[in-house]
């Protein structure tokens, strides 16, 4: 096919220089003023040598410079179309960038909210556990203390017993008499007596 182009081409080329060559001395003897040649006004002759040149040109250059312009059209309308096309996935790229986006703000709000919310419970849960703990120390500092009471109670009584015989046995040994001595033997005894009877 570009072999049939290059023929025609070179034809073309080939008659414009052969008229330009031809051409070029009626143009030239144009500035004559009345000249004529073959008899005919050198004007005529330019006129209808440049109609022949269009004729040639458009009759062998045409169909190249409408294919050029069909091309180019094609051409244009395919870039167009592909502008279009690559305008209509930019602009789905950009909605689905747009919506993962937003997903991803709604995902980072929820997991916001979700971690405020663990926080929250984790907190109460510190505090409740914090209230236990502070509960089962009083109350074990209670136990102790009142165990504590208790065995100084118990502590206390014995001393206050240990005191009283002390002082009772100080006090009897002061007041009693040999003769209350034996008194209190023999009345032991009968009682001895008694309940073994």
Do not use: Y
């Amino acid at each position: 096919m570009s072999l049939c182009r290059g023929g025609p081409r070179r034809r073309v080329l080939t008659v414009a220089a052969t008229l330009a060559a031809a051409a070029t001395p009626v143009f030239a003897a144009s500035g004559t003023g009345g000249d004529t040649w073959l008899g005919l006004p050198v004007w005529v002759w330019a006129w209808g040598n440049l109609l022949v040149f269009w004729g040639i040109l458009v009759r062998f250059a045409g169909p190249f410079v409408r294919d050029f312009f069909v091309r180019r059209r094609q051409r244009i309308r395919a870039e167009l179309e592909r502008a279009s096309l690559q305008r209509r996935e930019a602009e789905e790229m950009r909605t689905s960038l747009t919506r993962q986006l937003a997903e991803l703000h709604a995902e980072v709000d929820r997991l916001r909210a979700e971690s405020e919310a663990q926080g929250q419970r984790e907190r109460q849960e510190i505090l409740a556990q914090a209230e236990r703990d502070r509960e089962r120390v009083v109350e074990q500092t209670r136990a102790e203390i009142e165990q504590r009471v208790k065995r100084a109670r118990q502590e206390l009584i014995q001393l206050s017993a240990d005191l009283a015989a002390e002082l009772a046995r100080e006090r009897l040994e002061r007041e009693i008499t040999p003769e209350d001595r034996r008194r209190l033997v023999a009345r032991g005894l009968e009682l001895l007596r008694e309940k073994a009877s």
